[in-house]
């Protein structure tokens, strides 16, 4: 090596490309993981999917239920359907404090309102009136097929799984946005954020009358004969939409992107990307000396409010009663000295440098695809507002940490100061008085219907996740 290669080596912080630079047994191993990856985007649309398939593989990994008949070091509980944590117990006290990943499986998208049918007077369309959920461009969603997942609680209390739109043979549904040719007042002349509001985001659900031979003038025929429909496939009256979840997703599956292969192109990987990934190397740890916590919680996209959000006494609950099951002290003390004491990753996804958009990055802090994981010291808007401002000691750790597992890895801000900003779990999380630290993959195109991410980043995420519950 040259003198110079060797002191521009040795001096100079250059983020790594994973294809370029990491050894072709490890490429096949990104590929390999990734399938296992889609399968779980392709299950797992909503927050209750999510949990379910998560709880049904970790009970194939001897994962016990802290509220039933927990044995051993594998624990879990889940919340509500909608959030959920597992535990697998180190060598370590538990009050020592925990490694804890902390992701979101909620993602943006487009819920039924409580009592969503109506026949349009007009055009006689079967409807559904929506309410979309989470930071969505609204424009976005229209003309796309949508599939309709969610849930009906029935008056005793029988839950009622609605999965229409992603079989095949489904029909799909969607929300007609309007023509270019007659679009020049209504959209054109308008802001971008104004061109579709929520008033326009009408779901055509049917078309065909309910029939009767007796009677030709029943009224509004198109929505009783939804009614109808829905009545014999599911039971169903319409007093039970007022309180259901019914959330409207894109259908159909997440695939591989680009000539070759390298990337995924799919719906809600932020933050089902950091959800599989931690989940993957949970179950994939050899030894941990401190307890390795992965929490999935609900409803980030909001703003991580309600009991299933991050910010509910959950997780703190969680940890109290694994001291309670590990036969440790488990007062108000010894729980806010375990907290203090716990090394916290909130694992979300991060802004990838877009080449559309080059404007409101600044490349040399933005998180480039294919490029490693990012390591976010912090988020927020302005100022710093409103983010959690990881320690330069428990961040250089982290790097520390990454560099000697062989973690491919970068750092990363959201975009250029001032543009813009978004913050996540990690703030609620420092409130415990906890080491906190941002760390993800880079996403092209995040909160759309479409979400691109590198093969490499999932797995160096996975790498990363891994590493740092073993050995943080
Ligand atoms: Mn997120
Ligand atoms: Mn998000």
Same mark, same amino acid.
């Given at each position: 090596?040259?003198?110079?290669?060797?002191?521009?080596?040795?001096?100079?912080?250059?983020?790594? &490309?994973?294809?370029?630079?990491?050894?072709?047994?490890?490429?096949?191993?990104? @590929?390999?993981?990734?399938?296992? @990856?889609?399968?779980?985007?392709?299950?797992?649309?909503?927050?209750?999917?999510?949990?379910?398939?998560?709880?049904?593989?970790?009970?194939?990994?001897?994962? /016990?239920?802290?509220?039933?008949?927990?044995?051993?070091?594998?624990?879990?509980?889940?919340?509500?359907?909608?959030?959920?944590?597992?535990?697998?117990?180190?060598?370590?006290?538990? !009050?020592?404090?925990?490694?804890?990943?902390?992701?979101?499986?909620?993602?943006?998208?487009?819920?039924?309102? %409580? &009592?969503?049918?109506?026949?349009?007077?007009?055009?006689?369309?079967?409807?559904?009136?929506?309410?979309?959920?989470?930071?969505?461009?609204?424009?976005?969603?229209?003309?796309?097929?949508?599939?309709?997942?969610?849930?009906?609680?029935?008056?005793?209390?029988?839950?009622?799984?609605?999965?229409?739109?992603?079989?095949?043979?489904?029909?799909?549904?969607?929300?007609?946005?309007?023509?270019?040719?007659?679009?020049?007042?209504?959209? @054109?002349?308008?802001?971008?954020?104004?061109?579709?509001?929520?008033?326009?985001?009408?779901?055509?659900?049917?078309?065909?009358?309910?029939?009767?031979?007796?009677?030709?003038?029943?009224?509004?025929?198109?929505?009783?004969?939804?009614? +109808?429909?829905?009545?014999?496939?599911?039971?169903?009256?319409?007093?039970?939409?007022?309180?259901?979840?019914?959330?409207?997703?894109?259908?159909?599956?997440?695939?591989?992107?680009?000539?070759?292969? !390298?990337?995924?192109?799919?719906?809600?990987?932020?933050?089902?990307?950091?959800?599989?990934?931690?989940?993957?190397?949970?179950?994939?740890?050899?030894?941990?000396?401190?307890?390795?916590?992965?929490?999935?919680?609900?409803?980030?996209?909001?703003?991580?409010?309600? &009991? /299933?959000?991050?910010?509910?006494?959950?997780?703190?609950?969680?940890?109290?009663?694994?001291?309670? @099951?590990?036969?440790?002290?488990?007062?108000?003390?010894?729980?806010?000295?375990?907290?203090?004491? !716990?090394?916290?990753? !909130?694992?979300?996804?991060?802004?990838?440098?877009?080449?559309?958009?080059?404007?409101?990055?600044?490349?040399? &802090?933005?998180?480039?695809?294919?490029?490693?994981?990012?390591?976010?010291?912090?988020?927020?808007?302005?100022?710093?507002?409103?983010?959690?401002?990881?320690?330069?000691?428990?961040?250089?750790?982290?790097?520390?940490?990454?560099?000697?597992?062989?973690?491919?890895? %970068?750092?990363?801000?959201?975009?250029?100061?001032?543009?813009?900003?978004?913050?996540?779990?990690?703030?609620?999380?420092?409130?415990?008085?906890?080491?906190?630290?941002?760390?993800?993959?880079? +996403?092209?195109?995040?909160?759309?219907?479409?979400?691109?991410?590198?093969?490499?980043?999932?797995?160096?995420?996975?790498?990363?996740?891994?590493?740092?519950?073993?050995?943080?």
């Amino acid at each position: 090596m040259k003198k110079l290669e060797k002191i521009t080596e040795k001096l100079k912080y250059q983020r790594k &490309n994973f294809w370029k630079e990491f050894p072709q047994k490890e490429k096949e191993k990104v @590929y390999q993981f990734c399938e296992g @990856y889609k399968k779980f985007l392709n299950t797992c649309k909503t927050d209750r999917e999510s949990i379910e398939i998560a709880v049904n593989t970790a009970i194939k990994k001897k994962y /016990t239920d802290l509220d039933s008949s927990p044995s051993g070091k594998k624990i879990y509980r889940t919340f509500r359907k909608k959030n959920a944590a597992f535990a697998l117990i180190g060598e370590k006290k538990i !009050s020592a404090g925990v490694n804890l990943i902390v992701s979101h499986i909620d993602a943006p998208r487009v819920d039924l309102k %409580q &009592n969503p049918l109506y026949q349009d007077s007009e055009t006689s369309l079967g409807m559904m009136r929506t309410h979309y959920y989470g930071g969505v461009k609204k424009y976005q969603w229209m003309s796309t097929p949508l599939a309709l997942h969610g849930v009906f609680i029935k008056s005793n209390g029988e839950a009622v799984k609605v999965n229409i739109g992603e079989n095949e043979d489904d029909p799909v549904f969607v929300m007609p946005d309007l023509l270019p040719h007659l679009a020049k007042e209504e959209q @054109y002349s308008k802001k971008i954020g104004d061109a579709v509001n929520a008033s326009m985001m009408n779901l055509v659900f049917n078309s065909i009358p309910y029939l009767d031979i007796a009677d030709e003038k029943i009224k509004e025929a198109v929505k009783l004969n939804a009614l +109808v429909l829905l009545n014999e496939k599911y039971d169903l009256v319409e007093e039970n939409f007022l309180s259901a979840e019914l959330e409207l997703v894109p259908a159909g599956k997440a695939r591989d992107c680009g000539l070759d292969k !390298s990337m995924i192109l799919g719906y809600g990987q932020d933050d089902r990307v950091c959800a599989y990934t931690s989940l993957e190397a949970l179950f994939d740890i050899k030894k941990n000396e401190r307890t390795a916590i992965v929490y999935l919680a609900d409803k980030e996209e909001i703003g991580s409010d309600s &009991n /299933t959000g991050a910010k509910s006494i959950f997780i703190v609950d969680f940890i109290a009663d694994l001291l309670k @099951y590990n036969n440790e002290n488990y007062d108000s003390s010894t729980l806010r000295k375990t907290l203090i004491n !716990s090394q916290i990753i !909130s694992a979300d996804v991060n802004a990838g440098l877009n080449p559309n958009f080059p404007n409101v990055h600044e490349a040399q &802090n933005a998180v480039h695809l294919g490029f490693g994981v990012s390591v976010t010291k912090y988020t927020g808007s302005g100022g710093k507002g409103g983010s959690n401002d990881a320690n330069a000691e428990f961040n250089a750790k982290i790097i520390d940490l990454f560099n000697r597992e062989k973690v491919n890895w %970068q750092t990363g801000m959201l975009g250029k100061v001032d543009v813009g900003g978004g913050g996540t779990i990690a703030k609620f999380m420092a409130e415990y008085g906890a080491e906190v630290i941002d760390c993800g993959p880079g +996403v092209l195109g995040m909160h759309s219907l479409f979400e691109l991410t590198s093969k490499a980043d999932v797995y160096s995420a996975f790498k990363a996740y891994k590493a740092f519950m073993e050995k943080a």
